[in-house]
């Protein structure tokens, strides 16, 4: 239906809704099941069948399968078939590591999934916007995404920006007219706000039109479908590391095939130990062990109330040199509390925490009834009515619903008796010009019973007294002068230097029946006071500060607060100290980037900017080769959050343009969290560098027994099936579980990482070659030890090589877990590790002992004596290289 060429009454009696009272929840999940859920249809994903034969798509997998016929071929049907189990195998643990990994990026999407705010049974409540339906009654302000398709019944200077679906890179311009014109295009419709658009200024209302793929987005679903995954700078690196890791072994295992061949071996057992090597050199889990790394990551992020929306913040995180963040909600509670009070040249102090309206009111100690002063009275009276907020309780808790300033406010109001809905019983509001950051004022009309009229404000002390002529002193209007004014400033400044944050009430008289001009309204005013508010620092953040500071992040606070606010808090938090510098909005606006760049690493606090600010800051750093941390909220926000290596909005009182542009959004607005995501960031990155490490030494050392052995014309250590054996049962579990290993302790107190570091640095190149060159040694030492005793029982000398190679890696991974030694972390931090060896362990153990897998893997039982040479020989590369560690620390 044409619904924008019809009248709003048309519309709600074609839906069958209301206007005032919306849906009922009954008719509502009626909607819902009749029309199905508010969402675009996705593209189709690969059945489970597809993903798990994706397994063996793998070049070095299909050399081996290969290899594997052969063999079968030339009646080595044992070998073939146990090889065939292990790729089996192989393929459905990595089948369920990408299974798990889509299951945890599927919950990381309905974590952002956007609100929307909807009518239903007379409440305005906030849902799901896959759960709207046709009918709904539907709100939205500047910086909310629209979430269904609507015609506007309310605009009040409404913009939306649509270039997604009508290509104009302005804003639209909203009414509620009818448009008539049948053949009009998308961007003349401006009665309709259209699924997936952004509100960049005023507020709305609408009923709701088109949902799912009845919007006109869904008509281009596939320009909306969710953005496949990027590949991290880390994941490119391993991609590029895994290409010369296959051309190397390829190399390796020609040169073991043919100094094997020219020595007189068996083609075909050469053959096939070459792929075995082959494939045990190349890490080919490693891929899938990242990705599964990173997801469970991000899980663990979101239960330290942190959602990574783009997996690449999560090396980043690690690499970050500054966080620049909001000081309100951010680095405070953002419960705004009154804790003073100024009215006819006295200081009166309210106590109270927070949003409970319990409190008292004192004047120089003494405790005082404030409904017995008048100026106090009115004060209270005019800050409760010039006002949005409001104070509910849920649950034993008092919450706030609106604005934290003008919550302040009506708290304190509260908590001298008063009541908003007894006083709008006596006033009504019959005209409002709204707060804005250029008037830096409100203003409401009230009329009560007799049709008097006052024009009722609240805003910054210094723009109300400019535009007051009297002053309210002792009952009557006294004429504001120059030195009451200075009296009135210098009040301010004392509550600004205890961190408090002022706003204004005046008042006057006014006559008529409107509507009112604004600039007429809002001169001549009398000046009554002023309340002294703060948003007192989370306890938890100046710790958090502290360990970045260790950590080598700088803090930067950025606030629209005064300058000496700012520094208050700032001192109080440890961001601001002697060498600090500080730099307001005012001189922001007259420096240019190169300019900024000059002072700007010495800069801490940021005060009275505005959200534009925020990029000339972000760029300032970057040129100076930070790599920063922004966070933001707001619409304006938005560019900075995007252009920042690392953009962090809120999840509570960020717009979802703010949410949309970041890589991080924080659930509890609260900065320990960024401490948390960067310390969780830093931990992703090494337990990655962890697992290649152990990969890779593991692989080298098996590549090694078998090189030195043909080198020095011994028989092979290994058969084939046990080289894959050991690849299967060493480099799985045991790696995984290197990926859940907790952080160091001192993980934040290194400096960040050079975003360009590569897979190798901090000497990590070396432990790989070192460590495999000591466990191929010592594999080969015991293999050529027992064999010298036993030469005529080489299955029993293989055995014995099999068994150290296992359990030297799986001590080696210990030695992994940390960038010192293996002494210096208690291996039952890891209870995942532990299990992941025991099991290891036993599995080895199954196919030395038990006679049914004995002639699949060419084993025999090995002595009680020959078990301690080889848990001699498998602690020799962990223990010696650590005991070479506290000789060079001493």
């Not at 750093?621 to 926000?637: C, E, S, W, Y």
């Not at 690392?646 to 717009?655: A, E, K, L, P, Y």
């Amino acid at each position: 239906m044409k619904y924008f060429a019809m009248h709003p009454e048309q519309i709600v009696q074609s839906l069958q809704t209301d206007m005032e009272k919306g849906l009922d929840e009954k008719e509502a999940k009626r909607r819902l099941k009749q029309f199905g859920y508010n969402e675009l249809q996705e593209r189709e994903k690969p059945s489970h069948v597809l993903l798990f034969f994706s397994q063996f798509k793998d070049f070095m997998v299909i050399v081996l399968l290969i290899a594997t016929l052969i063999s079968g071929l030339l009646g080595e049907w044992i070998d073939g078939i146990a090889i065939i189990a292990i790729v089996f195998i192989n393929g459905i643990l990595g089948f369920f590591q990408e299974y798990k990994a889509e299951k945890s990026l599927d919950a990381l999407k309905s974590y952002t999934a956007p609100v929307v705010s909807v009518l239903r049974n007379s409440n305005w409540m906030k849902i799901p916007a896959k759960e709207i339906v046709p009918g709904d009654i539907m709100k939205f302000s500047a910086g909310d995404r629209i979430g269904a398709d609507v015609r506007l019944i309310e605009a009040n200077s409404l913009e939306i920006e649509e270039s997604a679906l009508t290509g104009e890179s302005l804003p639209s311009s909203k009414d509620v007219n009818p448009v008539y014109d049948s053949n009009a295009g998308l961007g003349d419709l401006s009665n309709m706000a259209f699924m997936g658009s952004l509100v960049t200024r005023g507020s709305g209302k609408g009923i709701v039109v088109g949902t799912g793929m009845k919007t006109a987005v869904g008509k281009i679903a596939d320009l909306l479908q969710t953005t496949p995954m990027v590949m991290t700078p880390l994941q490119r690196r391993l991609e590029q590391l895994g290409k010369i890791l296959i051309t190397a072994a390829l190399l390796l295992t020609f040169v073991v095939v043919f100094a094997g061949i020219i020595q007189g071996r068996d083609m075909y057992t050469m053959f096939l130990s070459g792929v075995s090597l082959a494939v045990a050199a190349i890490p080919e889990g490693l891929p899938a062990i990242v990705t599964i790394a990173l997801s469970l990551g991000v899980q663990r992020m979101i239960k330290k109330n942190a959602i990574v929306k783009k997996l690449p913040a999560v090396e980043t995180l690690g690499c970050a040199t500054v966080i620049c963040s909001d000081k309100t909600g951010t680095m405070t509670q953002n419960k705004m509390t009154v804790t003073k009070l100024y009215t006819n040249e006295k200081m009166f102090t309210v106590t109270g925490e927070g949003y409970n309206p319990i409190g008292s009111f004192f004047f120089n100690n003494r405790k005082i009834d404030p409904i017995n002063d008048e100026h106090i009275k009115k004060m209270l009276q005019i800050g409760m009515l010039c006002n949005h907020a409001q104070i509910v309780r849920k649950k034993g808790k008092f919450i706030l619903d609106g604005d934290p300033t003008e919550g302040a406010l009506i708290v304190a109001a509260m908590k001298a008796g008063l009541s908003k809905e007894r006083l709008l019983k006596d006033y009504r509001v019959i005209q409002e010009f709204p707060f804005d950051s250029r008037r830096k004022m409100m203003t409401m009309i009230i009329e009560n019973d007799r049709k008097e009229r006052w024009a009722i404000t609240k805003g910054a002390p210094d723009v109300l007294m400019k535009l007051s002529t009297t002053v309210l002193l002792n009952g009557r209007r006294e004429r504001m002068t120059s030195r009451t004014e200075k009296k009135l400033k210098l009040e301010v400044e004392k509550m600004a230097e205890e961190a408090l944050r002022t706003i204004a009430i005046a008042y006057k008289r006014i006559n008529g029946y409107g509507p009112f001009d604004q600039s007429a309204v809002e001169k001549d005013l009398i000046f009554l006071g002023f309340y002294g508010m703060i948003d007192p620092p989370r306890k938890e953040v100046k710790e958090a500060i502290e360990k970045c500071k260790r950590a080598g992040i700088k803090t930067v606070m950025i606030t629209g607060d005064h300058m000496t606010t700012a520094r208050a808090i700032g001192t109080q938090l440890g961001i601001y100290g002697k060498q600090s510098q500080t730099i307001d909005g005012g001189q922001l606006e007259k420096m240019t980037v190169e300019e900024l760049e000059e002072v700007v690493e010495r800069v801490s606090i940021f005060a009275r900017v505005s959200p534009e600010h925020k990029l000339k800051i972000v760029q300032a750093l970057q040129n100076k080769g930070h790599i920063v941390a922004m966070t933001g909220d707001g619409v304006n926000d938005a560019p900075a959050i995007k252009a920042a290596d690392i953009g962090i909005s809120m999840g509570i009182t960020g717009t979802e343009v703010a949410k949309e542009a970041s890589a991080l959004v924080l659930l509890d607005d609260n900065f320990k969290t960024i401490k948390d995501a960067i310390e969780e960031g830093r931990n992703i990155y090494e337990n990655i560098r962890k697992f290649i490490r152990y990969l890779l030494a593991s692989n080298v050392g098996e590549i090694l027994v078998m090189l030195f052995a043909i080198l020095l014309a011994l028989p092979l250590p290994l058969v084939p099936v046990q080289i894959l054996w050991v690849n299967l049962v060493t480099d799985g579990l045991p790696a995984i579980a290197l990926g859940l290993d907790k952080p160091e302790e001192n993980v934040m107190l290194r400096k960040p990482r050079h975003p360009k570091e590569g897979v190798f640095a901090r000497g990590l190149g070396w432990k790989i070659i070192s460590r495999g060159f000591l466990i191929g040694l010592v594999t080969l030492l015991a293999f050529i030890f027992v064999y010298k005793q036993y030469p005529n029982n080489l299955p029993y000398a293989q055995t014995v090589a099999f068994a150290t190679l296992v359990l030297a890696q799986l001590i080696h991974v210990f030695d992994c877990r940390s960038e010192q030694s293996i002494f210096s972390r208690n291996p039952f931090e890891n209870l995942y590790l532990v299990g992941a060896v025991l099991s290891s362990i036993i599995l080895m153990l199954v196919v030395i002992y038990i006679p049914t897998f004995q002639p699949i893997f060419h084993t025999v039982p090995i002595l009680l004596k020959d078990w301690l040479l080889i848990l001699g020989m498998a602690c020799i590369p962990t223990f010696l290289l650590a005991g070479s560690f506290y000789i060079r620390k001493t």
